[in-house]
């Protein structure tokens, strides 16, 4: 889950001006990023074997 911390970092790394679309994509990524540590951290990750066998299913 996101932190107050971690927005207000986010923002403070943004140039003086920018767009609320450069604002929301930072914070959907710092989002992604974070959800994808929790499941790391719970054991939710596949091998690069799995992941190969999924993506051959997905390519067909």
Not at 4 to 31: A, G, Y
């Amino acid at each position: 889950m996101l932190s107050k911390e971690k927005i207000l970092q986010t923002l403070k790394d943004l140039p003086d001006t920018f767009s609320i679309d450069e604002l929301f994509d930072r914070i959907v990524l710092l989002h992604k990023i974070e959800l994808g540590l929790e499941q790391s951290e719970s054991g939710q990750i596949n091998t690069t074997d799995q992941a190969k066998d999924k993506l051959q299913k997905w390519l067909k």
